[in-house]
């Protein structure tokens, strides 16, 4: 699908990593096989009049979602927790010389204000979670998945703060108790009482964190023209 969807777009994949439950460590059976990636257009499409046609793909059967370089940085430099699961993802399928500057330029788009980021979506989930609606949520009932992915969002952000380092593969410790709470061994209010110290704690950091004030802007811009410019071809 990946490879289909390149060749008719033409587009070159410069990172693409397998992304969700199974990066993370925490996939049952019959977990799907989910894709994050970061393609450069051709430079043809993107100065023509009309533009490229798109700045993201997403589709199912595998599950995808592919930024354009320029969408992937702006939202990393945004701190998007998923987006910089990317980079710090070592899962890899695709990586070109493109991927690889990004991946060598991941802790320069980092600052305090990513940690923001993950209180915001933590904040989110947690209230997606007790009203039943939205992300793996079915018939407006609680979803273990929601819990887990709330949790493991939370020990993310934590473990940003203290190393710098965004976590992709939750440690075996943590793995079991996500896939407690995934598979519905422990009920929503379980979930409600672990995750609640928890984001008081991501709070308290977003604020008081070692990160750098602001990220590296310049760079990545640099970063992001040089890979546009380089698709000279026809």
Known sequence: MLRDLASEKH??????????????GIDVEGSD??????????????VSMGGIEKDTYAGNDPDYTV???????????????AILETLWNPDVIVCDGWGRALVGLRS??????????????????????VK???????GGTYNGKYGA??????????????TGEVTVRVPPPLA???????????????????????LDQLRRLASTNA?????DTEAVDALVREARLSRKDA
Request: include cysteine; aromatic fraction near 6%; charged fraction near 25%.
């Open 33 to 46: 096989d989910d894709y994050v990636g970061v393609f450069v257009p051709r430079l043809r499409d993107l």
């Open 176 to 198: 079991a108790l996500l896939l407690e709470i995934r598979t519905g061994k422990r009920s929503m209010e379980d979930v409600q009482a672990l995750a609640a110290p928890l």
């Open 11 to 24: 587009l070159a994949y410069a990172l693409v990593v397998r992304s969700g439950s199974k990066a993370y």
């Open 149 to 162: 992915h709330l949790v493991r969002l939370l020990h993310a952000g934590i473990a940003l703060a203290a």
């Open 211 to 215: 990160l750098p004030e602001r990220p």
């Open 67 to 81: 930024h354009e370089i320029g969408k992937f940085c702006r939202l990393a430099l945004k701190g998007n927790p």
């Open 132 to 138: 039943g609606k939205g992300l793996h949520a079915k």
């Open 108 to 129: 320069r788009m980092l600052h305090r204000g990513s940690l923001v980021v993950y209180v915001e979506y933590a904040e989110a989930q947690l209230k997606r979670m």
